[in-house]
């Protein structure tokens, strides 16, 4: 299993959401470029970046400053947030970004997400599906910055995306996100029990060691690392070699 640890980014500036609310970010640097260069000091091979503004509004990408970040890092970087063209998955692996994340495209325009699937290939497009659980546990598609939860549950939509190739899945539990309360461990034993074939990166809440022993242990390829890094809960070294 890889630890990715993740940069969000708000106006240029490193900072972590709760549950997707802009009007909790929480800034923790100014420099990504620097952010980075630490992670990758510390053993990192792997970089997770999100582009919050681009998420927000597709015509406020920082298409720069994720080029400046690609060429700079020595970190294999997978970027999402607000991807929804050809052209912006064509734009981000020319700068050298290694996969790009398509998200509500997947959740909103399935067609579309796997005509970019069967173009670019398996190996550089990950669907970011991410998930708020109903009243019953259900897992339901949410899209647009989280801001909108659709009917459609993660089952149907693997159930149509895995036979047609999918192998790279970026899952998030919205409702752990930057909250620091432990992963979606049944979720993510469900999803992985239901489609052995996918390569599943858990994202949302981890905070200890102990849950990425545990993700590890359900078979997980990767485990998105944020907030616990920026507040301390444990090192990257740390993480890296459990």
Not at 148 to 157: C, F, G, K, R
Not at 159 to 173: E, H, W
Request: net charge negative; aromatic share 6%.
């Amino acid at each position: 299993m890889k630890v990715y640890p993740a940069i969000d980014l708000v106006g240029g500036r490193c900072v972590r959401l709760e549950q997707g609310r802009f009007e909790s970010a929480k800034v923790y640097g100014d420099d990504p470029l620097a952010m980075a260069d630490r992670f990758a000091a510390a053993g990192a091979t792997v970089l997770h970046v999100v582009d919050l503004d681009g998420a927000k509004d597709p015509n406020a990408r920082q298409l720069t400053l994720l080029e400046r970040l690609a060429r700079h890092t020595s970190l294999r970087m997978q970027v999402g947030g607000g991807i929804r063209e050809r052209a912006d998955v064509a734009a981000l692996l020319a700068t050298g970004v290694e996969r790009v994340v398509v998200g509500s495209v997947a959740a909103r325009e399935p067609d579309r997400a796997l005509a970019l699937l069967a173009e670019f290939g398996p190996e550089r497009v990950v669907f970011g599906l991410d998930v708020r659980l109903d009243a019953t546990g259900e897992p339901r598609l949410a899209t647009h910055g989280w801001r909108d939860t659709e009917s459609t549950t993660l089952w149907s939509a693997l159930d149509r995306f895995v036979p047609a190739g999918l192998r790279l899945l970026l899952c998030t539990d919205i409702g752990r996100d930057g909250m620091l309360n432990g992963p979606s461990v049944e979720l993510y034993r469900q999803t992985l029990a239901r489609y052995p074939s996918l390569a599943l990166l858990a994202s949302g809440g981890i905070a200890s060691l102990d849950d990425l022993t545990a993700l590890r242990g359900l078979g997980a390829a990767g485990a998105i690392v944020g907030k616990a890094l920026y507040e301390g809960r444990f090192t990257l070294e740390e993480a890296l070699a459990c």
